[in-house]
C-alpha cells in the first residue's frame, strides 16, 4: 500500500512538472522550490480510492502512448482525436464499459488539477463513450434484499450463548441490517467507536464512502425487545469476547480449548472473510444463496425501512447517502405499495 501511494505521488508530480516546467523556471528560486508541494494538494481534493483508481487508468493510457510511437506531448494535454482512438481500442478488448469510463474520467482528471483543457469535452470523446456504455452495457444483476424472516431463521440456527464465533456473524448481520452498514463501514468498528444508552446503541463510523470530507457520522440503532435486538446481541458479543478500548468489534478470532476468542494481535477480519461467513449463514434459509451478497443486509434494511412508511429525510439520513438516486437504488418496494400507484387512479 505504501509503494502504491509513493508511485502515485511520483506520477502527479512527474506530470505536474512536465506541464509546468516553464512558469516554475520564470519563479525566483525560493517560488520554485514550493511548486512541488502542489501536486499532492491537488491530489487530496479527491478520495484516495478515487486517486488511486484515476493514477492507474491514467498511466495506462500513457503507456499506451509510448507503445505506439507517441510523445510525451500527446499525454498532457492529450489531443482529443487520439484519446478517442485510446478508447476505441479499450471498448475491443473490454466485456463491460468500466475501463472506457476509468480512462474517460482519469484523463479528465488529470489535465482539470493541471489546470488544462481536457479532451474530454470534445463531442468526438464524448460519444464514443456513450457508444461503449450501449454496446458494453449488461443488465444489472440486482441482489435481493435480506428480510428479518431470515434474519430471525439463521438466529434461531447459530445462536448459542458464550460462542464468540456464531455471535460475530449475528451480529455483523443484525448491525448491518439495522444500521444500513456498508461491509467497510461495518469492519471499521471498534469498541471505542459505540456509545450504549439505555434506548438505544450510538456508533460512530470515522470513515465512510459518502463522508467527503472526513467529518465522520453517528449511526443511532434502537433497543427492540426481541431476541433480534441488536444492541443487545451487540453487547454480548463484546462481552464474550472481553473486548474493550480499540478492539475491533468484529476481529480475527482463535480456537482454543475454551471455545472461540479474539486473537491476541488486534486485526479486522477481512471482507472475504466476511463474506464467506455471510454466505453460510443464510444459505440454509434461502432458496439460491447466489441471489445474496452483504449489500444485501443494507438493502433489506433499507427496504423494510421504507415500506413502513418511514419520513424520507430520516431515511437518507440514516443511510448516509448523498443523493436521492443512491438511495432509491437500494429500496425494492413490496407489491402491495407498488399496487397503490394504480389503485389511487380513480378507476
Known sequence: MFLKHKFNCFVSLRLFLQVHRDEIQQLPEGLAGKAILLPELLRNSRADSTDKKYTGAFVRFQKWVYSNNLGSRDVLPAKPFVVAIYLASLIQSSQTPSPVISAFYAIKWFHDINGLKSPTESKLVCNILEAAKRRLSRPKDKKEPITSDILLSMYKRLYSKNNFKSQRIIVACLIAYAGFFRSSELLDIRVSDIVFSDTHVSIFIENSKTDQYRDGAWSVIAKTGTVLCPVENLKKLIEWGELSGNDYVFCNITSTKLGFKPRNVNK??????????????????????????LHSLRSGGASAAANSGIRDRLFKRHGRWVSENAKDGYVKDNIEERLLVSQSLGI
Open 268 to 293: 479486522k477480519m477481512s471482507y472475504t472473510n466476511l463474506r464467506e461467513l455471510f454466505i453460510e449463514a443464510i444459505k440454509p434459509h434461502v432458496e439460491n444463496v447466489k441471489k445474496y451478497c
